[in-house]
T-cell receptor, first 114, second 116 residues
Framework: KQEVTQIPAALSVPEGENLVLNCSFTDSAIYNLQWFRQDPGKGLTSLLLIQSSQREQTSGRLNASLDKSSGRSTLYIAASQPGDSATYLCAVKATGGGYQKVTFGTGTKLQVIP | EAQVTQNPRYLITVTGKKLTVTCSQNMNHEYMSWYRQDPGLGLRQIYYSMNVEVTDKGDVPEGYKVSRKEKRNFPLILESPSPNQTSLYFC???????????????FGQGTRLTVV
């Protein structure tokens, strides 16, 4: 059974810092990995999707990397801003034998202090 | 506007009273799924559907039913709700999985269910 872990569970940084969020998964037979942000009381907003054959994806100040063989992904946030404060979730999609299951990590709660 | 719409957003009900949470998407996506989110446990997949009339269990299907009679709708049914089903529920949709193509998932705004 796939297990996805995110470390740290919470992170507080001053504005302007660069930071890295980690996501690890136990079964490397994944098809893609997606990073989301979730604001309190809100739904999930997709940030980046990485296919299993890709090493990284970039969008603005965000860069996500994927090392499938070691079961790890990182989300790099450059020059953090208070508006980046949210919970960040990673999710892996695995498929095989006719199924397509998605497993989420428990998230990293980020606070960026002005 | 591309979106996933869940209704209701908030619901308080009593144990044993059947309820349905609706989910509709306007992106012609094949794949739809339901999750519940609980403190300390994160999001866990309840059921998913790869296309019309094709549904399968996720990691926590007990106590839930789903149906997929049309592509755009994927309702979640609680036949006899219990207090341990109090949770925040999310519906999501994405295109049919194709290797090397973007199949980004879109989420609804969530339904906060309380069973007393």
């Amino acid at each position: 059974k796939q297990e996805v872990t995110q470390i740290p569970a919470a992170l507080s940084v001053p504005e302007g810092e660069n930071l890295v969020l980690n996501c690890s998964f136990t079964d490397s037979a994944i098809y893609n990995l997606q990073w989301f942000r979730q604001d309190p009381g809100k739904g999930l907003t997709s940030l980046l999707l990485i296919q299993s054959s890709q090493r990284e994806q970039t969008s603005g100040r965000l860069n996500a990397s994927l090392d499938k063989s070691s079961g790890r992904s990182t989300l790099y946030i450059a020059a953090s801003q208070p508006g980046d404060s949210a919970t960040y979730l990673c999710a892996v999609k695995a498929t095989g034998g006719g199924y397509q299951k998605v497993t989420f990590g428990t998230g990293t709660k980020l606070q960026v202090i002005p | 506007e591309a979106q996933v719409t869940q209704n209701p957003r908030y619901l308080i009900t009593v144990t044993g009273k059947k309820l349905t949470v609706t989910c509709s998407q306007n992106m012609n996506h094949e794949y739809m799924s339901w999750y519940r989110q609980d403190p300390g446990l994160g999001l866990r997949q309840i059921y998913y559907s790869m296309n019309v009339e094709v549904t399968d269990k996720g990691d926590v299907p007990e106590g839930y039913k789903v149906s997929r009679k049309e592509k755009r709708n994927f309702p979640l049914i609680l036949e006899s709700p219990s207090p341990n089903q109090t949770s925040l529920y999310f519906c999501a949709s994405s295109p049919r999985f194709v290797p090397e193509e973007d199949t980004e998932a879109f989420f609804g705004q969530g339904t906060r269910l309380t069973v007393v």
